[in-house]
């Protein structure tokens, strides 16, 4: 038989607690982004952990699926 045994590479910059606890947030009406760095500096402030831009970014974007909260562009001429 064959033994499959763990991968001995890096640990995760970002653990799978940290994650499920942003995807929450991501998830919340209220708790939308403006900006990836936004994401990046509550994941450093409020979880206590550090990761790079790029990281936070291809998290959110292609593993979690979500799409930052920014409001469709409008025309100044436009009425109220």
């Known amino acids: 038989m064959v033994e499959f045994g763990t991968s ?9 607690w940290a994650v499920s606890s942003l995807k929450k ?4 009406a209220e708790g939308g982004f403006q900006r990836y760095t936004q994401i990046q500096h509550w994941l450093d402030s409020v979880l206590g952990v550090q990761a790079e831009y790029a990281t936070v970014h291809h998290l959110t974007r292609y593993k979690l699926k979500a799409k930052l909260k920014v409001p469709r562009p409008r025309n100044k001429k436009q009425d109220e």
């Open 8 to 16: 001995s590479g890096l640990t995760r910059a970002i653990p799978d």
């Open 25 to 28: 947030q991501l998830e919340e």
